[in-house]
């Protein structure tokens, strides 16, 4: 196989391989189950944020509501599921977060499909108005005694063990939902019509209107999947912290745009694949939970995150202005 | 729309975007006012709300001039908590004789320096290496952030000179002072947008950048001058925060990146570039204030004020497309 140096992916993907060498040569006990665990449990909500970014900037546009999407989902399927339907099981649990974030992503899409507004405000508009309804209507306060449905999810496991230390480890349950959900959004991208349209409209609305595409479902549906998937992390963080607390999750948005960025995606569309998003993702977990194995205080880490979306997004872009300069 | 509707002056109002919000500002004040004539009209009200409006209406300021380019800058509030936490530092560290003011200066010098060097910093990326705005600004943003955090370790930084509450507290002939400071920069932004050779290159790169180009325009150093500007004025909102919490802490004002965004694109600024008036974002602000302030005498919590800032923002964008897809129509 030939390995493609001007890649995004190729150059996240040595950055890990360095970040891994130089922690484990650091730190031995970081080459271990426990610590691959770790890692794999963080990526579970910020890897389905980021398939979700993923498909937004592929479609062209940029997404900044699906936090608070996550946000109110969690918290109000939390309340209902607790007054009225505490009998549903964990799958329907998630389904219901799914619903109500589809109905909040649909909002983003008649507001950006039907009515032509630019995706940026709407979304930044959305935000305030999902976070500041919820905050102000359904409630502030922390919900700690979750409905049972979500506390069974919150207990399943995929895998369970004891270290040789007799320290243990675990991987939650939900992390096979991040694999269903990339493999889904993989299969809908790259294996059906609705998918070619989506890379098509980002590459170009105009083309794409003319070639027959219906630009204003796709972006509907895009948005409603965006909405969906933002649902479904919503209760998947709530279920593993075992808590829906409104205060989470908003705030998170750059950093998981910045992920995908980092893993190839261009914000002006049209670009992006799921291994990319996987590595970005990877990097950034990698960095929030290892970087003090590195003997660097985790004071430091949002340092490192701003150098590394600034290096990922630089050197493809200085590439294209060299290269766009020589035949200029 | 026939040419009879057009000549009446209230058609013609209605037609530009700061016209629109000059009377969507002049419906929220009325509302306000009648909502609770006694607190909203009184004095004491205007005054507070003078002092609190500042802080953010200078942030939305350099929204402005970088969205005037196309860009967006992400890092204003980073810039603004570096530059306030290194004017802490030198307040706490260095002392001075008598109230201190010998010692204020030289820490504003410093944060204002602070400010410059990062918006050179943004300008580079944006300019030079030619990354995307927003993702320059947002890398940068969180190295400034991170910055202010390992200097800090995260707390509050307390303890300045009497001095130091001047700018954010004080009243200058009855007014306050960081309204006559906010005055000051919005008429020199307004200046520099439409008298000066810069600001109608600044609209031009921000309409079409190939034209900008085509015309000879020096576009990188015009883009790192817009970026620098910036970050001057992060580091005096910055300067502004610290002086009315009177401490610097490296999370100040995270909500007020937003909210920024929010009052320039409220004001009529095209995200896309080319398009934008200080008069606008002026409005913008005094709707804002107007609002929440209003709201918050008759008891409305913090998050419905969120709330209804957002339902403003997709309000006005839709009345805004609406009027611009009749017209060509």
Known sequence: MKIDWTRNETLVALVIAAFCLAAAIADPGFLSIATLTDLLRGGIVLGIFAVAALIVLISGGIDVSFTAIAAFTMYVTAMVLNAALPWLPWWAALGFGMAIGACLGAINGVLIAGFGLPTLIVTLGTLSIFRGFMLTFIGQKQITTLPPGMREFGRMMLVRGENADGSFYSLHGAFAVTVLVIILTWAILHRTMLGRQIFAIGGSVESARRIGIKVRGVQFFVYVYVGILAGLAGVIHASMARVANPFDLVGLELSVIAAVVLGGARLAGGHGTLTGTVLGVALIVLVRNSLIVLGIPSTWQSVAIGILILIGTGLPAWQAKRAAARSA | ?329
Not at chain 2, 169 to 190: E, K, R
Not at chain 2, 200 to 221: E, S, T, W
């Open chain 2, 1 to 329: 729309m026939t040419t009879a509707t057009q000549a009446t002056p209230m058609t013609r109002l209605f037609a530009s975007t700061e016209g629109r919000l000059a009377l969507i500002t002049l419906v929220v004040f009325v509302l306000m006012s009648a909502l609770s004539p006694d607190k909203f009209l009184s004095l004491q009200n205007f005054t507070s709300m003078a002092f609190q409006f500042p802080e953010f209406a200078i942030l939305a300021l350099a929204m402005t001039l970088t969205m005037l380019t196309g860009g967006i800058d992400l890092s204003v509030v980073g810039i603004a908590n570096l530059s306030a936490i290194v004017a802490a530092m030198i307040l706490t560290q260095v002392t001075g004789s008598g109230d201190g003011v010998a010692v204020l200066m030289m820490a504003y010098a410093a944060a204002l320096a602070v400010g410059l060097v990062a918006g050179l910093f943004n300008g580079v990326l944006v300019a030079t290496l030619g990354l995307p705005p927003i993702l320059a600004t947002l890398g940068s943003g969180l190295i400034f952030t991170g910055i202010a955090i390992a200097l800090t370790g995260g707390s509050a930084m307390m303890g300045f000179p009497p001095a130091t509450a001047w700018i954010g507290n004080a009243t200058l002939l009855g007014i306050p002072a960081p309204l006559v400071l906010f005055a000051a920069l919005a008429f020199a932004m307004s200046l520099l947008l439409t008298r000066t050779a810069f600001g109608v290159k600044v609209r031009m790169y921000g309409a079409n950048p190939l034209a900008a180009r085509f015309a000879a325009i020096n576009i990188d150093a015009m883009l790192i001058k817009v970026y620098v500007i910036s970050g001057a004025l992060g580091a005096i909102a910055g300067m502004v925060v610290m002086s009315r919490a009177n401490s610097a802490k490296a999370d100040y004002g995270s909500s007020y990146l937003l909210l920024a965004v929010l009052i320039a694109v409220l004001g009529g600024v095209n995200p896309y570039g080319g398009y934008g008036r200080v008069i606008g974002v002026v409005l913008a602000v005094l709707s804002m204030q107007f609002l929440s302030s209003g709201l918050n005498m008759i008891g409305v919590s913090n998050f419905a004020r969120e709330l209804i800032w957002g339902s403003l923002l997709i309000f006005v964008m839709i009345v805004n497309t609406w009027r611009a897809k009749g017209r060509r129509s």
